[in-house]
C-alpha cells in the first residue's frame, strides 16, 4: 500500500466532493518533516458515505481535518462542488463551511462544558443569524427529536449531565441543523460501549436517509466502517492501500495489510482460536522518515525489492476493487503468518 | 504468538510447562507463609462480595454481591458496559480502592482471607502475589522514570537482588514481551515509545516478580486492532508459560471469546451469566449477554445492516430498579421481572451454566462464521445462528 495513483476515482462531475493528490506535512524542530498524509486521492459521490479506516497514525484523521481546511492542506486540491476549497480566501471558505460539518470522537471534551445544550445546538444558526427566536427553539426541539432526547428535559441541561452516547447525540444534532451536504466523522464512536455505538451508528444511518447527508466515517474498527459505509478506504501511514465496494473488500482484500487488518479483529466465537490466525508483526514506523517504496513493505511478509524502489500505483483488480500493491493476495490467498517475534528479530 | 495452542476449555489441568528463564525472578521467595498452590487447584475464592462508594447523591452500589473460584492456570474473563461495575471488581479483589469506599463479603487467596487486610500486609501480595497490567498505559507509568527503574521496583520491594541482578531480570523480561533492542529501551522514558510498547512494558512491571494471579483491567482498549492481538497473544502465552490465574477484563466479547476458559457478563454490579467460554457461546441463555452479542457489527454483515441496539442506558447504581436489573431494557420482560431480582443459578441441563433471568433464552448458538480473511475452516457451532444475517463468503 501506501500507493498513489487515481485509478479508483469517478469522473469529477459526479462527486460531491473530489480530493486529488493531497498532501499534509507538519514541520517540528531540528529540520524535521512529519509526513503525515502523501499523495491521497479521493472521492464521494452524492449521497454516498466513505469508510476511512487505519491504525493510529496512519493519517485518517488529518485527511478529515484537511477536507475541512482545518487546517489547510500543505498541497493538493479539495474540490467540494466543484470549488477548489485550498484556494478560497477566509470569506468565501467561511460561507462554505456552512455546508460542511464535523462530528468528533471525543463526545465529551468536544461540548463546551458551559453552555447548556440549547445554545450548543443552536450555535450554527446563530452565527448565521438563521430564523428568528421561534423558529431557532422549534428547529433545535425538532433536532434534539430526532436524535432521541427529549427537548424538555435536555435543552436546558449541561452536557455533563449526559452519558457518552448522549453527548455524542447531542454533537450529531449541532452538526446537522445548519442542513450541512457533507459531514466529517471522526472516530465517532470508538469511545463508546458496544451498545451505546449500536445506537449512534442505527441513529447515523437514519439521519443520513433523513437529511440526505454524504459522510465520510473515519474509524479504526473495520466491522464498524463496514456497517455504514458504501465505500471503504483504507489507509497506512499516510497512503491509500485499497478503495472499494465494503462487501467485495472484506470478501477479498487484494491489500495484505487489509487481509492482517481483518484477521485482527477479535471475533466472539471461541471456536476461532485467535493464536491460528495471522497476527501482523512490529508497529507502524515514524512518519518522520517513511519507508521508500511501498510504506508498508516493512511489515509485509510480500516484500521484495521492488516494493523498496517504487511506490506502488492504484490498479482495479476487481469490479469497484482498487488496490496499490506490487503484488496483491490473488482470490484466497492469505499472507503468511508474520509472528509477533518478527518484532524482536 | 505462534507456538500451538492447547484448547482453551479443557478443565483437567495442565501440566507445569514452560519452565521459564526468570528463575531469579520467579522463585517463591517471599517475606508471606502462603501454602503453594499447583496448577489446576482453586487459587482465589471471592464470596458474596460488596462494594459502595459514598457520594453525595448517596451510596453507589458499584458491586452487588459476587461469588466466583478461580482456578491456578486459568483465565476467566470479566465482560461488561461501562458502569458495570466490573473493574471495581477486580480492584476490590485486589484491595485497590479509594477512602469512600466500603467491602463486605469474603475474598481468599491461597486460602488466606485479605478482604479486610492492612496496606501493609497487602504490600506483601501487591506484585509478588498478584498484579495488575492497567487499561492506558499512557498514564499508568511514570513519565519522569527510566523504564528500568519502573521494573526493578517491585524486584527490589519484594525479593533481594543486587543492582546487577535486577538489570539482568529486567533485561530478561523485556525480552520475554517482545521489545526489540531491550537494552537500549531500559533507559529510556515512556514518552519515547508507542502505546503497544507501552503496554509491554506495563506487562514486564506486572510479571516481574511472577505474580500467581494477574489482573488485565482492558489492556488493550487504548490500543489499535493489530497491535491489541499481539497483546492479547503475549499475555496469553505468558498465562499458560507461568501457570497464573488471570482476569481479564474487557467490554468486547470478541477479545475474551478464543481467550478465556471462563466468561462472566457483568449487568449493574452482578454477575448474570456465568459459563465456560464454549458453553456460553454454544448457548447464551441470559437476554442481556444475547443483547450484547447482537450489538456489535460483524464483519459478515452486509453493508448498511440495521443493527440490534440495546435501548436505553444501564441503571443508576444509586438508584437502582426493583426486580432484575436488567428488566428496563430486556425485550423477553415480564411483569415478574419488574418485582423480583432473579437469583444467580445453573442451567439444569449443564450445572456449569449460571445465568440470573426468569425468562432465560433459549440457548441458541451465537458462534459467527469463520472471518472472511481466515483461511482455515471453522466448524461454527451446531446449533442455528438466526440472529447473524451471514453473508456467505
Redesign the interface.
Known sequence: MAGTGTAHLRAPEDALLRVEDLVVEFHTGRNQTVHAVTDVNLDVLPGETLGLVGESGCGKSTTGKAIMQLPSPTSGKVVFEGTDLTSLGAKELRQVRTKLQMIFQDPISSLNPRRKVEDIVAEGLDIWKRGSRAERSEKVDEMLLTVGLDPDVARGRRPFQFSGGQCQRISIARAVITDPQLIVCDEPVSALDVSVQAQILNLLEDMKAQYGLTMIFIAHDLAVVKNISDRVAVMYLGRLCEVGDPDVLYAQPAHPYTSALLSAIPVPDPDVRPDARQTLGGEIPSPLSPPSGCRFRTRCPKADEQCRDEVPVMRKVADDQFVACHHPLAPGEVVTTVSLAGASA | ?????TD??PTVAEPEVGVDDLDVAIQDDHSLDLPTVAPGEVLLEVEDLHTTFSSPRGPVLAVRGISFELRRGRTLGIVG??GSGKSVLSRSVMGLMPSNATRSGSVRFAGNEILNAKPKVMRGYWGDQMSMVFQDPMTALNPVLRIEQQITESLHEHIDLSKKQAHDTALQLL?SV???EPDRRLRMYPHEM????RQRIMIAIALACGPKLLFADEPTTAL???????I???L?SMQRDRQMAMILVT?????V???AHDIAVMYAGRIVEQAP??AL?GAVRHPYTE???R?????E???????????G?PPDLVHLPEGCKFAPRCAYAQDVCLVEDPELTPDPADPTHLFACHFPVSGVG???P???????P????PAPAPIDPE?S?
Open positions: 504468538m505462534t507456538d500451538p495452542v482453551p476449555a458496559e461501562s525480552t517482545g521489545i526489540p508507542s502505546g503497544g510498547m489499535d486492532v493489530t497491535v491489541q492481538a499481539q492479547l497473544d503475549l496469553q467490554h468486547d466479547l470478541g477479545v471469546a478464543g481467550r467460554s464454549k457461546f443483547a450484547l452479542l450489538s456489535i457489527p460483524k464483519l454483515m452486509a453493508k448498511h445492516t440495521k443493527l440490534d441496539a440495546i435501548g442506558r451465537t458462534a459467527v469463520t472471518p472472511v480473511a481466515v483461511a482455515a471453522v466448524s461454527s457451532s453473508v463468503a
